[in-house]
């Protein structure tokens, strides 16, 4: 309901002095939670406090502040982060190199007008070119992982005049209308059915479905845009395709004239070890999708990066396809800073290190544990547990919150768990990490099995 200017001026006041404050009075913590509770089952969402996939619903964690691999909570509780924002915390909670970057463009200009040329665009852009595959070389900029999936979706059908696209089964790229239509499960899609008519889905990694898929649509008169692909599958659990898939898939795109476009959005900024997911297969998309931590885990961008033959179409008319806040200059600072991060402090070597020790860990708590955890996967900083079922994997996910270490879920599902830490996480950490989930699959495993 409507309230006064004066009182909305007022609460403000609060909530840009709660902003500033670094440390609170335990009586300004509790009605400071009750107050973010209730704005929650107010105003944002109720579902949010009774859903969860991390930690239980009762649990009064806030997030206060975060530094490195770990954030601490309102009441001062410190938890190492696995999760990693999804993929979005490559560099690492408040890096300082990337604060302090983004905070030098700040204090010159944050948002552009969006008509004139703009220096970080281009910078950022040029960078873009030099890092990625192949002949990678225009970059459209949006604020999230969707959109660049969008971008990738309309460069897609403008390049070639066709208008379905084929994704795979297990794939996550989004929630808008068009990423939404290559996203996979049902649970997503199907109150919003129907989609972008056309789309179809193959079996993830399977090279002759894909085949003869082609073959069949290239008779009907069907043949797609573009051809979406996670390079490894994050939301959908960490799924590694065979070696052959990618250059599989590439071989198809030339052949039938289709856009390959990978979507990194999860798996990209050197989180499998390699800059690109891509990479681990030596090939090179007409358009690359990339997201999270492209943000420097510090200001929201995302980019889809074409080939001149997949972003001509954008030539004549640059306004074709459009966005106010993308690309912005606030947010390409960060970018910037994310590869001289990235580069500088070889977070791909760390992801590949940091990897090995975890998979080391998880073959020791496999061999212990072996109908609790029944298998476990990944490459670099991109792993998953997988669980003998979704309420066990749920109790070792909370026994290890109550711990101080917070996971990942995937695809509404806790039968399969991520970890996916920031790629500058200290060993220390790595093998802290390691001893809390032994300590809770340890409890789970008492309960159930014993
Ligand atoms: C592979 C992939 N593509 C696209 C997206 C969508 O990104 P966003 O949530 O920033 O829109 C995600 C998000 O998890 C993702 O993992």
Wanted: some cysteine; glycine content about 8%; aromatic content about 10%.
């Amino acid at each position: 309901m409507r309230k006064s200017f004066d009182e909305v001026l007022k609460y403000t006041e609060y909530a840009m002095k709660t902003i500033s404050q670094k440390s609170m009075t335990d009586e300004e913590k509790e009605v400071f939670i009750k107050e973010t509770r209730h704005n929650f089952n107010t105003h944002i969402n109720p579902g949010f406090l009774e859903y969860r996939k991390s930690a239980g619903a009762d649990d009064m964690a806030m997030e206060w502040m975060a530094n490195g691999d770990t954030f601490t909570d309102l009441h001062g509780n410190t938890y190492i982060d696995c999760l990693g924002g999804f993929g979005a915390f490559n560099c690492g909670h408040r890096h300082p190199k990337v604060v302090e970057t983004v905070a030098n463009q700040l204090a010159k200009q944050p948002l552009s007008s969006a008509e004139l040329i703009d220096a970080n665009r281009s910078l950022l852009a040029r960078i873009l070119a030099d890092v990625t595959p192949g002949d990678l070389q225009y970059t459209f900029f949006t604020s999230s992982g969707t959109e660049s999936v969008e971008c990738a979706l309309k460069m897609a059908t403008l390049a070639t005049g066709r208008h379905y696209y084929v994704a795979f089964k297990g794939d996550f790229h989004g929630k808008t209308h068009g990423a939404l239509s290559l996203t996979s499960k049902e649970h997503f899609r199907g109150p919003f059915l129907p989609l972008l008519q056309g789309t179809r889905f193959a079996p993830f990694g399977d090279l002759d479905y894909l085949t003869k898929m082609l073959d069949t649509l290239e008779f009907i008169g069907e043949l797609p845009a573009a051809i979406v692909y996670e390079p490894i599958q994050g939301e959908g659990g960490v799924n590694i395709p065979p070696d052959e898939w990618i250059p599989g898939i590439r071989k198809l795109c030339d052949q039938y004239g289709i856009m390959m476009v990978a979507d990194e959005v999860q798996a990209g900024m050197g989180r499998t070890g390699y800059l690109f997911a891509t990479d681990y297969s030596n090939v090179a998309p007409d358009i690359l999708c990339l997201g999270k931590s492209i943000s420097g885990s510090v200001v929201p961008l995302s980019a889809c990066v074409c080939s001149e033959k997949a972003f001509k179409g954008m030539f004549p008319d640059p306004l074709l396809h459009s966005t106010t806040t993308g690309g912005n200059p606030l947010a390409t600072s960060a970018g910037i800073a994310a590869f001289n991060v990235i580069l500088s402090e070889d977070l791909c070597g760390r992801a590949k290190k940091s990897g090995a020790i975890f998979m080391e860990g998880l073959e020791k708590l496999h061999q212990k544990y072996p109908k609790l955890l029944t298998t476990y996967r990944g490459r670099g900083l991109m792993i998953a547990m997988e669980f003998c079922d979704g309420d066990k994997g749920y109790e070792v996910v909370y026994e290890a919150f109550n711990k101080k270490l917070l996971l990942s879920g995937s695809l509404i599902n806790a039968k399969t768990i991520r970890i996916e830490p920031p790629l500058n996480i200290t060993e220390e950490h790595v093998r802290r990490a390691l001893v809390i989930l032994d300590e809770s699959m340890a409890i789970v495993y008492e309960k159930h099995f014993k």
